[in-house]
């Protein structure tokens, strides 16, 4: 029984160097995740595009992207979420209950270099005023962050932007400039007859 105790210590000592070896490997790793937009500065209901990208650095062993899953926060009285469609590198994830997480599909190599088109997020400006639109990823929740080929954590940055809406320049409406016209001959010929 002895002879058995010494070489299980000896595999687990090896496996758990290993663990840390790949845990530390991975976690050197910094994925720069960011938002692409024509302008910060809207008006009250425009529709607009929003690209969430993410870039390896010059170490692209240790940042593949094999899955990988966000929050995404704004202030929902400013900005809509009108539609929201993951990378073609991807198959959507709903298994946080807001789809905003990617899987590469099985058999093909994980994703990496400059310019990962992650998700397009489709929004509306609803409201007026200003807000920050920025990705987070839960700690401890298995279903966001970014995952390398062996499933290990790979360390990112968080996207974020602020963005602002204003009323724009108010155009009257057909109907509203003819009853603002009738008014006013209305007037002219009542001022007239006085």
Do not use: C
Request: net charge negative; proline share 4%.
């Amino acid at each position: 029984m002895n002879n058995f105790k010494t070489p299980n210590k000896f595999f687990a000592a090896i496996f758990l160097m290993l663990s840390f070896a790949l845990s530390s490997f991975s976690a050197s790793a910094t994925l720069m995740v960011s938002f692409d937009l024509d302008s910060n500065d809207l008006n009250l209901g425009d529709a607009f595009s929003v690209s969430l990208m993410a870039s390896t650095d010059e170490d692209i062993n240790n940042e593949v992207i094999s899955a990988w899953g966000l929050d995404l926060n704004f202030d929902s009285s400013i900005l809509s979420l009108d539609s929201l469609l993951v990378g073609p590198s991807f198959m959507p994830t709903n298994t946080d209950g807001d789809g905003l997480g990617g899987l590469v599909p099985f058999g093909q190599d994980a994703v990496s270099g400059g310019d990962i088109l992650l998700a397009t997020l489709n929004f509306t400006a609803i409201g007026l005023g200003s807000t920050d639109l920025f990705t987070s990823s839960t700690l401890g929740d298995f279903n966001e962050g970014f995952y390398n080929s062996f499933f290990l954590p790979v360390g990112h940055s968080n996207a974020t932007t602020a963005i602002s809406v204003t009323g724009g320049s108010e155009v009257p409406e057909p109907s509203a400039f003819l009853l603002m016209l009738l008014a006013t001959v209305a007037l002219i010929s009542l001022r007239k007859k006085a």
